[in-house]
C-alpha cells in the first residue's frame, strides 16, 4: 500500500517557468489537501478537495490552480512561478471530514521546490 | 481569524526527562486538535486527536489534552528518548462545513542521549 505519493522530490524553476507538482493517494480518499511549508514555519493551506470534481481554496491560494478529475489524483499547478513561491509542499489526504469523528490526515514525503 | 503559537520552538533536553509542549490558539470554536511530528525532509504523521468534547488523549508515552475554553492543549512526553527527537506541530479543525486545518509553527525537540 504506497499510500500518499507526489513527485518530483525536488525541483529547482527559473522564474516564470510553469510546473505541475503530482500528488496520487490509493487509499480511495474523498478529501485531499495541498500545503505549503515555509522553513521554520507551520504548513499552511493552499487548496483543498472534498471529491473528484470539486475543489477550494485554502489560506495562501494565489499563484497555484488544482484540478480533481479523479478520486485519486490532485495535482497542483504553478502557471508563473516566483521566488516567493519556493517552499516545501505537502499532499495529504483523509478518508472523512475534519469533522468526522476520526479525520486524521495522511501525508506525502513533500516536494522541495525553489524558485529562482 | 484563527491562529496557533507553539511555544518553546526549540527545546533540547537530556534524555529521561519528561516534557511539556504547549499549543495556543485564539478562538476557542475549533472542532477538534491534532498533534503531529515531523522528522527532518519527511511528511507529518498523526499522533493523536482529540476532539472538542475531550479533555485528553493518551498513547502510550504521549498525552495530550485540551482547554477549549483558555485556548490551549499540551502534548506530555514522558520518559523522553532520543528517538522522540523532531518537530512537534498541533493543528486545530475549524468548526463544520469549512474542512479547513490551521497549523502551529511547532517545537523542534532534541533528545540528548
Known amino acids: 500500500n504506497a499510500g500518499v505519493t507526489q513527485t518530483p522530490k525536488f525541483r529547482i524553476l527559473k522564474i516564470g517557468q510553469s510546473m505541475t507538482l503530482q500528488c496520487t493517494q490509493d487509499?480511495?480518499?474523498?478529501?485531499m489537501y495541498w500545503y505549503r511549508q515555509d522553513p521554520g514555519m507551520g504548513l499552511k493551506l493552499i487548496y483543498y478537495?472534498?471529491?473528484?470534481?470539486?475543489?477550494d481554496k485554502g489560506e495562501v491560494p494565489n499563484g497555484y490552480n488544482v484540478s480533481r478529475s479523479t478520486t485519486e489524483d490532485f495535482p497542483l499547478r504553478l502557471e508563473l512561478a516566483a521566488p516567493s513561491q519556493t517552499s516545501v509542499y505537502f499532499c495529504?489526504?483523509?478518508?472523512?471530514?475534519?469533522?468526522?469523528?476520526?479525520?486524521?490526515?495522511?501525508f506525502g514525503p513533500g516536494t522541495r521546490l525553489t524558485v529562482t | 481569524k484563527q491562529e496557533v503559537t507553539q511555544i518553546p520552538a526549540a527545546l533540547s533536553v537530556p534524555e529521561g526527562e519528561n516534557l511539556v509542549l504547549n499549543c495556543s490558539f485564539t478562538?476557542?470554536?475549533?472542532?477538534?486538535l491534532q498533534w503531529f511530528r515531523q522528522d527532518p525532509g519527511k511528511g507529518l504523521t498523526s499522533l493523536l486527536l482529540?476532539?472538542?468534547?475531550?479533555r485528553e488523549q493518551t498513547s502510550g508515552r504521549l498525552n495530550a489534552s485540551l482547554d477549549k475554553s483558555s485556548g490551549r492543549s499540551t502534548l506530555y512526553i514522558a520518559a523522553s528518548q532520543p528517538g522522540d527527537s523532531a518537530t512537534y506541530l498541533c493543528?486545530?479543525?475549524?468548526?463544520?462545513?469549512?474542512?479547513?486545518?490551521?497549523f502551529g509553527t511547532g517545537t523542534r525537540l532534541k533528545v540528548l542521549a
Open positions: 482529540i476532539q472538542s468534547s475531550q
Open positions: 493543528a486545530v479543525v475549524l468548526p463544520s462545513g469549512t474542512y479547513k486545518y490551521i
Open positions: 487509499m480511495n480518499h474523498n478529501y
Open positions: 478562538d476557542s470554536a475549533i472542532y477538534n
Open positions: 478537495s472534498v471529491g473528484a470534481g470539486i475543489t
Open positions: 495529504a489526504s483523509s478518508p472523512y471530514s475534519p469533522t468526522s469523528g476520526s479525520p486524521e490526515q495522511y
